[in-house]
């Protein structure tokens, strides 16, 4: 839904980022997923990213976004764009024979969660070492444009992302099985 001055939306916004993203794997545009991949280097396909924010103050954390989004899907054919937030998607990692020893289950996954929810800026580093965890695991990523926007809330008290992505990654496995069962190929 696009506001009263014309502007877009966070949501759409980042819906907008996924879907250039998707193209980029739908298209094969390898060169552009790997410069999304140099981190610490603005590049033309980081600042094309960052044409999807809604405002300035949230360029970086698209073109951050975008890294993730090119670092899990290196030498994938197939785009997915994820579902859940990121403590949905951290349920997930851990062993892929033994739901038990996934999520909460699983003693690095749950300190790692552990110390994205206590940082109060965005845990750039342990954002990329969930997403590589996830792709190791062959699990399904958060949503990106769930990602975007909660990263564009990060310091908003009243959103509460980190709590939220805390309360979604320790759900009781009964009530969670409903959002992590969603698109499981498994």
Known sequence: MTSASGQRTTEESADQLTAHLIALVRNHQ????????RSGVKTTAHIRAGWSAPNEQDRDIYEQVAFLFALYHRGV???TRGYGSLGTAARRIGSRTD???RGPGDPGA???????????RIP???????IARLRSCEQQPPSWTQLAVDLSQWNDRKARI????AVDFHA?????RKTTQKGSST
């Open 77 to 79: 054919g197939h785009p």
């Open 99 to 101: 739901p038990k020893h």
């Open 162 to 165: 980190a709590y939220n992505w």
């Open 30 to 37: 390898y060169g552009d997923l790997a410069q999304l991949r």
């Open 172 to 176: 009781p496995y009964t009530n969670a």
């Open 124 to 130: 750039w580093r342990h954002l990329q070492h969930s």
């Open 110 to 120: 749950a300190r790692l969660v552990d110390r994205i929810v206590a940082s109060r």
